[in-house]
């Protein structure tokens, strides 16, 4: 009987996280768990397009390539219909080689201009200079694809098992394992309070470091476990898989994407503040970011007021662009995403 009862209860519990953790970046839905064509479907289309305006000619840096849906789009936007002379051309930056090749056979199959660059986002005031250009539309896509998030191999799921990973560069030096490993019970409290809005941290951290002095944590499906039981009955009601948070967090910091994302704005600023000398930012140029959690959106909200309030950017969106209920239908990935954009120029 009671094995009965436990059956059903994790039946249950099972569904009820895939139909409410969607709203959690590191959370597939049962329809996310099928791949969608090209392996991510890219959100706010019609948004950025509208928004971003590219016009043929113009310059584009996609920092987040991903599986090439919105790279694409730009590209076919600023390519010149007749006048070869007025092809614009999209620079993409990957730390996956795999998004990135895919990207690139993608583009070229479409006989797109396009400049694929293996490497953090960070590099292109670099770039763009070393192309002796600058840039009109700028796009950032933050987070991960569907592609890598389904593949057990990358760690990035705690639906399927496979090595305790979570690096986008699979040449990072620190995997969520080694992390785990490595840090003490109060630094993973912190970390996953801090980066995962977790309020049973310091449990979770207290069960992993008891569990890591018996054998290391190198598995996804053990660490979620591992979660679980730190949550205990609490589980039972939870409204999403009781691993989501510490998931996310440990792929923030895997990553390192808040302080990428601060880095990148911090370029942004000294882009715009040298709008009028040599600045890899054109001097009407659109920068747009999707973001898909609170702390990467407070960020950018943070970054794009300040740079309106000096008077060297404008806000197009005062609010967050949110997608359509048709298209969170269509994909529930879209759910958290949160678009913001800034044009360079007070005007
Ligand atoms: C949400 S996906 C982009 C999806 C893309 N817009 C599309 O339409 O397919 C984010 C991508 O950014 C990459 N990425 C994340 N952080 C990055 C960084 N700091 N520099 C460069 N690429 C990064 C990830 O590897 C992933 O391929």
Redesign the pocket.
């Known amino acids: 009987m009671f094995i009965f009862i436990e059956i059903v209860y994790r039946l249950s519990a099972r569904c009820r996280w895939c139909q409410h953790n969607s709203h959690m970046t590191d959370s597939p839905t049962q329809s996310e768990q099928t791949q969608p064509e090209?392996g991510?479907d890219?959100v706010l289309m019609d948004e950025i397009l509208d928004l971003l305006a590219p016009q043929p000619g113009e310059t584009v840096v996609d920092?987040?390539?991903?599986?090439?849906?919105?790279?694409e789009a730009l590209a076919q936007a600023v390519r010149g219909e007749n006048d070869v002379t007025a092809h614009g051309l999209v620079l993409g930056?990957?730390?996956?080689p795999a998004?990135l090749d895919y990207t690139t056979k993608r583009l070229t199959e479409a006989r797109l201009n396009f400049v694929p660059v293996l490497?953090?986002?960070?590099q292109v005031q670099h770039q763009v200079r070393h192309l002796n250009t600058a840039a009109d539309v700028v796009l950032a896509?933050?987070?991960?694809?569907s592609s890598?998030m389904t593949d057990p191999q990358r760690g990035l799921s705690f639906m399927t098992d496979g090595p305790l990973d979570m690096r986008?560069d699979p040449t990072a030096p620190l995997t969520a394992a080694d992390l785990i490993a490595q840090s003490s019970e109060q630094q993973l409290a912190d970390l996953i309070f801090e980066l995962g809005e977790e309020p049973l941290s310091r449990r979770i951290a207290r069960k992993l470091v008891q569990a890591r002095a018996d054998k290391p944590i190198l598995s996804t499906l053990r660490l979620a476990e591992l979660v679980r039981k730190a949550y205990g009955s609490r589980a039972r009601t939870s409204r999403m898989h009781p691993a989501t948070r510490t998931f996310m967090a440990l792929r923030i910091a895997v990553?390192d994407?808040l302080g990428?994302l601060r880095s990148f704005l911090d370029m942004v600023t000294r882009g715009a503040e040298q709008v009028e000398g040599d600045s890899w930012l054109g001097r009407r140029a659109r920068i747009g970011i999707i973001s898909f959690h609170s702390l990467e959106d407070r960020i950018v909200k943070h970054s794009f007021a300040d740079l309106e309030k000096r008077g060297l950017a404008k806000r197009l969106t005062k609010k967050p662009v949110t997608p359509t209920t048709e298209e969170t239908y269509r994909n529930p990935r879209a759910r958290s995403a949160k678009l913001r954009i800034i044009r360079i120029g007070s005007d």
């Open positions: 090209h991510h890219p920092c987040t390539v991903g599986r090439g849906g919105h790279t930056f990957d730390l996956d998004n490497g953090s986002f960070l896509d933050l987070g991960f694809s890598q986008l990553n994407e990428a």
